[in-house]
């Protein structure tokens, strides 16, 4: 069983688009994170959610709107596509904050 | 502003060889440290996790140590295998619970 998964795997887009990443965790963790991993391969984090609610939220733009239905799910959306928004993203999960973060696969973003 | 980095960026070595990766870090106020790895297209899988208040922690062939008030800490592999072969990334954990990654060492190990 995927401990954290994450869907598309790719996801090839058009500039201007609107699209979704999901992220599920099986392993019944609070607190769960997305980052970014550029193509310098540089990872930063983008947003932290504890129990539903948002604990950590970096310097993004707010084209990109992350939404946790449960403690199980946090999904991210992103509005407007920009060629700058290529990039790999990551969903993580910890049982509480500060401990071991649980990785997903990654998203693969392409922005044409 | 926390900053993290990690020497060498790349290391190559030759089976059977122990070796050490560097990772220090500007602010000494962290939660704890962590080791992962990251193999080509895929995730993070966590190696070792060192509380603030720990030294080192050992995982098999794989020891992390850290000085908080110098900023340092260090991932010592035993007996490189090919199957070490991957980047390595060190990050610590902010109070708040933020991550701050280094730009990680890419590992190559011959056989």
């Known amino acids: 069983d995927t401990a954290v998964s994450q869907t598309p795997k790719y996801l090839v887009t058009q500039m201007g688009n609107d699209k979704s990443i999901k992220c599920e965790q099986n392993?019944?963790?609070?607190?769960m994170y997305w980052y970014k991993q550029d193509s310098k391969k540089f990872l930063k984090i983008m947003f932290s959610y504890n129990n539903k609610e948002l604990i950590i939220n970096e310097t993004v733009p707010n084209r990109f709107s992350p939404k946790s239905p449960d403690k199980a799910h946090l999904n991210l959306h992103i509005n407007s596509l920009e060629l700058g928004d290529s990039a790999v993203y990551f969903c993580a999960s910890s049982s509480d904050r500060g401990e071991t973060q649980y990785f997903g696969p990654g998203t693969r973003l392409l922005v044409l | 502003k926390q900053e993290v980095t990690q020497i060498p960026a790349a290391l190559s070595v030759p089976e059977g060889e122990n070796l050490v990766l560097n990772c220090s870090f500007t602010?000494?106020?962290?939660?704890?440290l962590q080791w992962f790895r990251q193999d080509p297209g895929k995730g993070l899988t966590s190696l070792l996790l060192?509380?603030?208040?720990?030294r080192e922690q050992t995982s098999g062939r794989l020891n992390a140590s850290l000085d908080k008030s110098s900023g340092r800490s260090t991932l010592y592999i035993a007996a490189s295998q090919p199957g070490d072969s991957a980047t390595y990334l060190c990050?610590?954990?902010?109070?708040?619970?933020?991550?701050?990654f280094g730009a990680g060492t890419i590992l190559r190990v011959k056989s």
């Open positions: 990050a610590v954990v902010e109070y708040g619970n933020k991550l701050v």
């Open positions: 060192i509380q603030s208040s720990q």
């Open positions: 602010d000494s106020a962290i939660y704890n």
């Open positions: 392993l019944g963790h609070d607190t």
